[in-house]
């Protein structure tokens, strides 16, 4: 897993990766995951722009709350596994856009986790 960390610093505010590059001993970006240090500025908040490698992932206005769940949800059900994107050392570019959410506590922290992941391989027995 590797994490891209957003510090959002006020409402409204648009904040976005700098330098992030996927782990270039991974092949592949098989899921993503968020989280955040106050939950309920996802109710609102959208991402602006979210890229792999130059290609996009999610589109402009992509809700947060669609890539987080609740504690309800076991672990291996929170991952958006509709992904096999390159890693490689593939650039990741992501924006994202307070929601202005009455009562959020600023600043606070949106993590974006990607779950790399290498081919299976077999071995000959």
Known sequence: YQIAS???PGAGASVETVDVTTDINYDNVVGIQTTCTDPEAFKTSTF?????????????????K????GINCPPSERWDKE??????GSTVNITYKDGS???TVYPYTVNVYLWLK???TTENK
Do not use: H
């Not at 602006?48 to 947060?64: H, R, V």
């Not at 669609?66 to 769940?69: F, K, Q, R, T, V």
């Not at 992904?83 to 490689?88: D, I, M, P, T, V």
């Open 6 to 8: 957003l510090i959002i």
């Open 48 to 64: 602006q722009n979210f890229e792999i490698g130059s290609l996009d992932i999610y589109p402009k206005g992509y809700e947060a």
């Open 66 to 69: 669609m890539l987080s769940a």
């Open 83 to 88: 992904l096999n994107e390159k890693a490689q």
């Open 101 to 103: 959410v009455p009562g």
């Open 118 to 120: 290498n081919p299976e």
